[in-house]
């Protein structure tokens, strides 16, 4: 009886079911890949009930894909992969981690499908190329979709070959999902009692008052992650250019230099995960190059309204995927935003280096100077106040006009004045 009193309390006292939510956003990555293998371990360590992988992606490499989806497959845990917030989308490969699910669920107003290949940068897949990778995508999604019944299969394969996309009303319908969901407390009530099977075999879900645990990346690869955005990705590569021309026209403080190859290291690793297209780079790079001539050449602003064309042409042209552009609002922000940068700050800048110093040895050059002593070759000369000088044409007597030609060290190399044109120049030293 004792033993059995001990006992009762003990059972009673049993822990809550705990899920683990990962969230994936924007494109796939080796980040993202990492993150979800890592959030799956982490799962089994802490004998969750599930996996839950909020899910907002336009895609990624298939090579990706295929490893966040063997992931999801041979997982020793459930893994839900629910389609969220609203507006969400779960485009191209993300249509396939979704189907990999062994529950899968969509938010009111999200989009699922347009798994269709396409080239790095957009660009169009040769035919027979684009057919074999086309047939093997066909298969793995059959494969994923199988178990999901006929029309989910066929719409998978619509996905692949003709870019179908559903919202989630059509998506349950087809069955290509299980739930919609309103919110993440809504999808653990309607996921309790559910039953799935997969690499840990078949599992009833405890769901309903489980505890949710978060799996959040960690800082570094949170950050990296965040700017693999295609208007994060031109702005860091505007910048990057702009501070290292400013660091080339005015140098000496390094931090512009220091700033401007961070961002464009920054910008190139979001531009190389984003597969940009190098036509819209080379157009980006023309535009730079437009900019700096017209303050070079003086062709009053005729280079600079092309620099800004090939701007915007570049950076429309710059990702060509569905789901992946960059707002026009932003492209023409950045375009006349940088033109005034160049028409500004770099022209003052180049005015500035051009503008006759007025301090220095070099502020002493072509001035008229008063020989105090005879110059033979060498002596004093006042010009704001006494100089030790050395005549290049001697003797020069005490008291005549000499201009200042030159000078080593602190000695000013001097001619006659009367030896000079106005408009002649001997401009040389040797500091």
């Keep these: 009886m004792i033993l059995l009193l001990v006992a009762l309390p003990v059972h009673g006292q049993e822990a809550p079911p705990r899920v683990v939510v990962l969230t994936v956003k924007g494109q796939l990555s080796g980040i993202i890949a990492s993150y979800v ?12 009930e599930a996996v839950i992988i909020l899910l907002d992606t336009p895609g990624g490499s298939i090579d990706l894909m295929n490893r966040i989806v063997q992931a999801i497959v ?50 169009d897949i040769p035919d027979t190329l684009r057919q074999k990778i086309e047939n093997t995508l066909a298969e793995d999604i059959e494969q994923l979709a199988r178990r999901r019944g006929e029309a989910a299969t066929a719409w998978a394969r619509r996905a692949v070959f003709e870019a179908a996309a559903a919202d989630a009303e059509e998506a349950l319908r087809l069955g290509v999902i299980d739930i919609i969901a309103q919110d993440l407390n809504d999808l653990l009530r309607q996921a309790d009692g559910v039953t799935v099977e997969g690499a840990f075999g078949t599992r009833t879900l405890r769901t309903a008052d489980a505890v949710v645990q978060e799996f959040p990346l960690g800082p570094v690869q949170d950050f990296l992650n965040r700017i693999i955005t295609p208007s994060l990705a031109l702005l860091l590569i505007t910048l990057g250019i702009q501070l290292l021309v400013t660091e080339f026209s005015q140098p000496g403080g390094y931090v512009a230099g220091i700033a401007g190859t961070i961002a464009l290291i920054l910008g190139i690793y979001a531009l190389g995960v984003l597969d940009a297209n190098y036509a819209g780079l080379a157009l980006i790079a023309l535009a730079f190059l437009l900019f700096i001539l017209d303050i070079k050449l003086g062709t009053t602003g005729v280079l600079t309204i092309g620099g800004i064309i090939s701007f915007i042409a570049g950076a429309a042209l710059l990702f060509y995927q569905p789901f992946v552009r960059i707002p026009w609002l932003t492209i023409i922000s950045l375009a006349l935003l940088t033109a005034a940068f160049f028409a500004f700050i770099v022209a003052k800048v180049v005015g500035a280096q051009k503008r006759r110093p007025w301090t220095g040895m070099e502020a002493l050059l072509n001035r008229e100077a008063e020989a105090r002593t005879d110059l033979t070759p060498q002596g004093l000369v006042y010009i704001d106040g006494l100089w030790q000088a050395e005549a290049e044409d001697p003797p020069i007597p005490a008291g005549s006009r000499v201009r200042v030609v030159g000078y080593e060290g602190l000695r000013l190399r001097v001619r006659r004045w009367d030896a000079e044109t106005e408009t002649e120049g001997g401009n040389t030293h040797d500091a």
């Design 37 to 48: 293998e890592a959030g799956i371990a982490q799962a089994e360590q802490r004998s969750a």
């Design 74 to 123: 041979n997982a020793p845990v459930p893994v839900i992969v629910y389609v969220y917030p609203p507006g969400a989308h779960a485009a191209s490969a993300g249509t396939f981690i979704t189907l990999a699910a062994h529950l899968a669920a969509m938010a009111p107003n999200t989009t699922i499908g347009a798994a269709s290949p396409v080239g790095p940068g957009g660009v």
